[in-house]
């Protein structure tokens, strides 16, 4: 059975004291039985405190939103993965379409960051996503395949096995503007069968793809229903409690 997913990518939002009670508020509300694991994605610097709180109730946990390419030294401004993963962090999130073009993060320096992030146990929530004009021109599922042939797809099986696949159309984050269920579910049965190509199918089987894009209470039931998409990679809805418990609720 794949575990379900609802990760809250907050990107560089919130100040301290809306953190915490965002999460003192969904921690309080939601119960043992929601079937999904929850991730809360702060900033680096609220990680630790956050970390804490999950620790009170079972099915919490927290992701760090990037990592450094590099082990250790002279990266000022830098966090490695060693350091995420010794606050108690479990996660870590690599290749953000905002990290790929904000800061031209390319497949050789992911590459190094999944190295960094797997030798430090971290899972790696790893993202791809095609731009408007490669869904209008019909090269996006190409451009999937080449993204996660170049990247996630040269891991050994037992690497492969600590990545959680967002899938998060480029198109659809931040806009307001989200994959159709339809749109939605056939991404996520090729990046199956990509998975079943190059490893096996019980490999595919048992990897969690999630969605992304413009997640709300209102659209993403649909989504979440379909049978190849195993939860959702949040960003401005996980930053109020009531939307983000919503859709915590769905599962
Ligand atoms: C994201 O940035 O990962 C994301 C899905 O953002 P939003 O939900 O705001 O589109």
Not at 2 to 22: F, H, P, Q, T, V
Not at 109 to 128: D, E, G, P
Request: charge should be negative; glycine fraction near 6%; include cysteine.
């Amino acid at each position: 059975m794949r575990k379900k997913y609802i990760i809250g990518n907050w990107k560089m939002n919130l100040s301290k004291n809306e953190a915490l009670s965002l999460v003192k508020e969904t921690i309080s509300v939601v119960d043992g039985n929601v079937k999904a694991n929850i991730v809360f994605a702060p900033p680096f610097i609220f990680l630790n405190e956050i970390s804490d709180l999950c620790k009170i109730k079972s099915g919490f946990s927290v992701s760090a939103q990037d990592c450094s390419s590099n082990e250790l030294g002279a990266f000022t401004g830098e966090v490695s993965s060693k350091m995420i993963s010794s606050a108690g962090v479990s996660y870590v999130i690599i290749g953000h379409s905002e990290r790929r073009s904000n800061f031209k993060e390319t497949d050789e320096i992911l590459n190094l960051k999944i190295q960094q992030a797997l030798q430090n146990k971290l899972q790696i929530i790893f993202c791809c996503g095609e731009t408007l004009e490669q869904r209008e021109n019909d090269s996006y599922l190409d451009i999937i395949s080449t993204q996660l042939s170049n990247t996630i797809f040269k891991l050994g099986v037992d690497s492969f096995k600590n990545i959680i696949i967002a899938y998060e159309p480029i198109w659809a984050i931040g806009t307001g503007k989200t994959a159709s269920s339809l749109q939605a579910q056939e991404m996520h049965a090729y990046i199956r069968s990509l998975i079943s190509n190059n490893f096996d199918k019980n490999i595919s089987d048992n990897t969690s793809v999630i969605y992304g894009g413009s997640c709300k209470p209102s659209n993403a039931k649909e989504i979440f229903e379909q049978d190849d998409i195993d939860g959702g990679l949040i960003g401005g809805a996980s930053l109020n409690s009531s939307d983000f418990i919503s859709l915590i609720k769905l599962f």
